[in-house]
């Protein structure tokens, strides 16, 4: 079967030949991936892992079912979990583990895969593969930024950091939620696009570097009650002046880095919950595919075009996502 491996260096891909699914085992399916999509941790990724099958995400169709698989026919439409062994309840070291394209696991960019059948998922009628392989990523981690603890409330108002895939389905996932939204971008075309998908209020962070008073100013001087941070350490001390006293973040980014000094004297003097977000288990999958989201792809690019769309990922041009469909 057709697959790209992670050569070590970005973008280089090497495409290989390599044999095709045994017979699924007890418990497994065999799946025809369709489409996939790129995600920031998949450049990542690539800057090592060298033989390695890249991407998390992708969709396809059901083409075999072991002994013992009840649920799955051949010719059903799914989308796998980021992490096929984390199907519920608390994260663990082993189900972490599991997490596709990434760390000694194959991901989805090949022309099969084996996974487990409770890893699964149906795709919603309707919703095209290239759309379905956006959610498994960016899509439960937007839902697990907004409603996994403190579930977002009509009226209240939730801070997206820029228009990359997490931060547009939290968009489309707050709105449908009643919520009200401010987004920032480096962009204003891209903001433009933000406004047309029913963001209320839009901020140019590079004209505007004090985006946290404009979101008091948007806010009466309040804050927002929740903000879903892509940034990392480069955003989260102006996030935490962004919020209101008694706020939340949801953390999840590392688009400035993976460490760096962090304003704890905010946290505790203005109560603000600050919750760690690592995607989600194929439960959230299930609801999030319940919810009548339909994912903005930006861009498609054929199976041969795989290392294009990882320099378009890497050039950050993109609003929301990235796929690959199958040749
Ligand atoms: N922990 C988890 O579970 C989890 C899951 C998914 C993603 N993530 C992380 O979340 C982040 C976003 O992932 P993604 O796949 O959505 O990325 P992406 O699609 O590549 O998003 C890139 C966009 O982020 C915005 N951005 C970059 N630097 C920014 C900054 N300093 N301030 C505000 N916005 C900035 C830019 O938007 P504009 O062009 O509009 O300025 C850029 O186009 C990444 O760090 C990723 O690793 C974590």
Redesign the pocket.
Known sequence: MRAYELTGRLPRLRAVDRPGPAAPGPGQVVVAVQAVSL???D??QAKGNAGLVPLSDGAGLVEAVGPGVAEWNAGDRVVAGFMPGWVEGPLTVAKKATALGGDGTDGMLAQHVVLPASALVRVPNGMSFEQAATLP??GV?AW?ALFERRAVQPGETVLL???????IMALQLAKAAGARVII????DA?LARARALGADEVIN?RNTPDWAAEVLRLTAGVGADLAVD???P??LNTTLQAVRLDGRISL?????GFDGPVDTAAILSRRITLQ????GPVAMLHALSRTGIEPVVDRVFQWDEAEAAYEA?SG????G?LVIRKG
């Open positions: 995600n920031y941790r450049l990542l990523c960016a981690t697990a950091l820029g228009t990359g895939g997490v931060s920032t971008s480096s962009s891209k962070y892509v940034g990392g480069a955003t999840m980014g590392v688009l400035t760690g977000i690592y995607v990922l950050a041009d993109h609003f996502k």
